[in-house]
């Protein structure tokens, strides 16, 4: 899909183990408001993951994949878990991967009773096709122990509560009103709704199933189910997450009328002082714009913010490590302050607070050069 990571989120400890055991080295990712992703490599292939943990419930599921969405701008978005089976022809330690997420809590309450007033959200075509040919695959369950789980797709549904009998009100309001849903659990309609409002990123929800929702689950635990169900759950979501990330990322770039792929993003040259923009290009798509310096200033504290945050895609891709990042933000941040506090704009001190920053990350060639281009940007201020 594209150099991004995956993120993967579980809600229990024992989903995030399971997940955690399949990375190479992962190294910690402290959040700015205090969440802690781990993010490595997978350790036998090549997809780059960023593992977090939600907790129980959709709420907090919303909230924390929206977090991640935004901190590392992912591919695509992913939970693993346990669920418990709604059907009998699912198999304990079965994976149900959704088709469909019902948030089945929703409805209005009358005089003639409780009206259902569900929400849905639709895995996308291109995610359910490939969720499909993992499947197909069978590759991914080689390393499991025991016989070969069998993968369903369908609808699961979310609430918040642990559904655990068949003749509860809720059984019952499940079942007339829901009755195709495979699986119940507690968090994908929470993620499903994080990834619809960040423009429909890809979500795949994907259980391991660990009892039948039907009182047996005490019983089911102790026969150590949900392991089993877990490391099920979790060497398919590695599956297809190593499957997304081996995506060609042309794929994605719209083509033009004969088929071929178009660049989609804007390139700009500009002239300083003597200098002169040259083209050179064997296919060119659309306009090119050459100019010198007549064109509308760039805000300096804007670019700079840009640059910060081409900083912290670059720690999530692994180019910098962590000491080197937070050596490079302080002096960004320095720098903004200063801009912002001085007046006249204290040049000097910005510009010496950039070169410390191209100093820190010379070893990412485009990132380096970025650095410099704020930097001219920055001096031209004088």
């Known amino acids: 899909m594209s150099g991004n990571p995956i993120v993967v989120l579980t809600a229990l400890d024992v989903e995030y183990e399971s997940v955690r055991a399949k990375l190479g080295k992962p190294r910690l990712y402290r959040h700015p408001q205090g969440t802690r992703f781990e993010v490595g490599r997978l350790a036998h292939g090549r997809a780059r993951i960023a593992l977090g943990l939600v907790g129980k419930g959709n709420q907090s599921a ?28 699912i198999a304990l330690g079965d994976v149900v991967v959704a088709t469909h997420i019902y948030a089945f809590h929703g409805g209005t309450s009358e005089d003639d009773g409780f009206k259902s007033r569900p929400r849905v959200w639709e895995v996308s075509h291109g995610a359910d096709q490939i969720a499909r040919h993992v499947a197909r695959n069978r ?24 559904l655990n009998s068949t003749t509860s009100p809720h059984a019952h309001w499940i079942r007339q009103n829901y009755n195709d849903a495979r699986a119940i ?18 979500v795949v929800v994907i259980r391991g199933v660990s009892d039948h929702a039907d009182g047996t689950k005490e019983t089911t635990d102790r026969e150590h189910w949900q392991a089993r169900a877990v490391a099920n759950a979790a ?34 040259n500009v002239a300083k002082d003597n200098a002169r923009v040259v083209v050179q290009a064997g296919h060119v798509h659309g306009g090119i714009r050459v100019s010198g310096e ?10 700079i913010a840009e640059l910060a945050l081409r900083l912290r895609q670059a720690r999530t891709a692994g180019h910098l490590d962590d000491d080197t990042y937070r050596a490079a933000e302080a002096e960004l941040a320095a720098a903004r302050e200063t801009l912002q506090t001085t007046d006249p704009q204290d040049v000097g001190a910005v510009t010496l607070a950039l070169k410390k920053v191209r100093g820190l990350v010379g070893d990412v060639a485009a990132l380096s050069a970025e650095v410099a281009s704020v930097i001219a940007l920055v001096q031209g201020l004088s």
């Open 294 to 303: 007549h064109g509308a200033p760039t805000d300096p504290a804007a670019v």
């Open 139 to 162: 590759a991914w369950a080689d390393d499991l122990d025991g016989q070969e789980p069998t993968v369903h797709f369908g609808p699961i549904a979310a609430g918040e509560v642990v």
């Open 235 to 268: 060497a398919f979501t590695t599956a297809l997450a190593e499957t997304l990330s081996a995506e060609e990322p042309q794929q994605r770039e719209p083509a033009d009328t004969k088929g071929t792929p178009m660049m989609s993003e804007t390139v700009r």
């Open 185 to 202: 659990e507690m968090e994908g309609a929470g993620v499903a709704q994080a990834a619809h409002l960040n423009r429909s990123l890809p």
């Open 62 to 89: 919303a909230v924390l994949a929206e977090r991640a969405i935004n901190e590392f701008s992912p591919a695509a978005l992913l939970f693993a878990g346990v669920a418990g089976a709604l059907h009998s022809d």
